[in-house]
């Protein structure tokens, strides 16, 4: 069945480093793919889309690019803040629109 | 901003009562889903509905129940509490079609002692 794949974490990063989240997917057909954040005591919020290959999702500095040729959906931000401290999930619509969450992955950054 | 309601969002409870987790939502969306999110953070689906008197189990096995009367409610039911059904619980909904995300509440945090 489709699924996602995504980074292990913690990530612990300091205050203005590069952040890169990998997230890879296994899917029949042509799947939406999405990243969620999840801020603490909170549920997820939609962070970006892309819906088709080649498409890029951006929002709040954050981007990933569709890479239909490998499966990926990888999460970039070229100057990471504290307040991005949070779990991102990656995720796809199945084949029935239904969405399927990577595991997640806790980013931490300090000051 | 999404509109969609859990509550309680805190509760806590002794083993054996019966509680009912409500989940609202006023965007009209057909598709609704609850997930059980362990202290690791991956996201379990136990129970979706694609519309009114539809309900599914997901893929994680689970003690719960689910009603669907209505279109903008969701609630998910546990008939006898037990300390391993202390989780978060995250309500979504989405709407039919092609591409739509999920919106999600704000989550209710279980406690059973």
């Known amino acids: 069945g489709d699924s996602v794949t995504q980074m292990e974490g913690p990530v612990t990063l300091s205050e203005e480093a590069f952040l890169t989240i990998n997230c890879t997917y296994t899917a029949t057909g042509y799947p939406s793919l999405f990243w969620y954040v999840q801020y603490p005591g909170e549920g997820l919020q939609l962070l970006l889309k892309a819906t088709k290959a080649d498409d890029k999702g951006s929002n709040k500095g954050f981007e990933a690019t569709y890479r239909k040729e490998t499966t990926s959906f990888h999460l970039e931000k070229g100057s990471v803040q504290v307040s991005d401290s949070a779990v991102y999930f990656c995720a796809l619509s199945d084949h029935n629109n239904d969405m399927r969450f990577g595991a997640g992955t806790r980013l931490t950054v300090k000051p | 901003e999404a509109d969609i309601y859990q509550t309680p969002r805190y509760l806590v409870i002794g083993t054996g009562k019966k509680i009912t987790l409500e989940c609202s939502q006023t965007?009209?969306?057909?598709?609704m889903y609850w997930y059980q999110q362990d202290p690791g953070m991956e996201l379990h689906l136990i129970h979706y509905?694609?519309?009114?008197?539809?309900?599914e189990k997901g893929d994680l096995s689970s003690e719960s129940t689910v009603s669907r009367i209505r279109t903008e409610h969701f609630p998910l039911t546990l008939e006898s509490a037990r300390p391993s059904h202390t989780s978060q619980y995250l309500c979504?909904?989405?709407?039919?079609?092609?591409?739509?995300?999920?919106?999600f509440g704000q989550g209710t945090r279980l406690t059973v002692v």
């Open positions: 965007m009209g969306h057909d598709k």
């Open positions: 979504a909904s989405a709407r039919q079609g092609m591409n739509t995300e999920a919106f």
């Open positions: 509905s694609y519309g009114v008197n539809s309900t």
